[in-house]
């Protein structure tokens, strides 16, 4: 890790260098043109360049702390939480062909259901059938029924008349 601290922080600064020149040179300028800030007069420009490469060192080195401490955080987790995974996994892998076979049923089942339904519903066309025929049937003999009811009316009156004239007839 240090190692590739270093690379980083060498990279770094050959990425840094023109700008750090530049810093350079300006100072430069303003000391030789007489401005004067006071963080420029105390710190000549390689102390600054110095100091700046300082505290870029220190803040490579406690990002290296931060992500040594951040990978111990998930090798912990990850040898942890794999067990528990593993667990999970197999008990998945146990409860896979007891879910197919239900599937299967319900399945199976589902089609056992759109058979009796469709079934049903013929059963219930053939009975509505079978209720209209019987109701034209009991409207047919209803009307026989009434046919020769209003006959037997016209004889039980006539017969009645016949009765009647006869018992005059006979008693007169």
């Keep these: 890790l240090a190692q590739s601290a ?11 260098a023109p700008r750090l020149l530049l810093l350079c ?41 931060k992500a040594d401490e951040l990978y111990e955080k998930y090798v912990c987790y990850c040898k942890s ?5 593993s667990e999970s996994i197999e008990a998945a892998e ?9 599937i299967e049923a ?10 009796d339904l469709k079934e049903h519903k013929a059963d219930r ?10 109701t034209g049937i009991r409207e047919k003999e209803k009307a026989a029924f009434d046919k020769a009811a209003a006959e037997d009316r016209t004889d039980i009156k006539a017969v009645t008349k016949a009765i009647t004239a006869l018992e005059k007839g006979m008693a007169g």
Aim: zero cysteines.
């Design 81 to 85: 939480s794999s067990g528990a995974l």
């Design 25 to 65: 040179a300006g100072s430069a300028l303003a000391a030789a043109t007489g401005h004067k800030h006071a963080s420029h007069a105390a710190a000549n420009p390689i102390r600054k360049v110095v100091t700046l490469l300082q505290s870029m060192q220190k803040k490579v080195e406690e990002e290296g702390a």
């Design 106 to 115: 319900a399945e199976g089942k589902l089609a056992q259901l759109k058979k």
């Design 94 to 102: 146990s409860k896979a062909p007891e879910l197919s076979a239900s």
């Design 125 to 134: 066309v053939a009975a509505k059938a079978a209720i209209a025929e019987a």
């Design 6 to 16: 270093l690379a980083a922080l060498k990279s770094l600064i050959r990425a840094m």
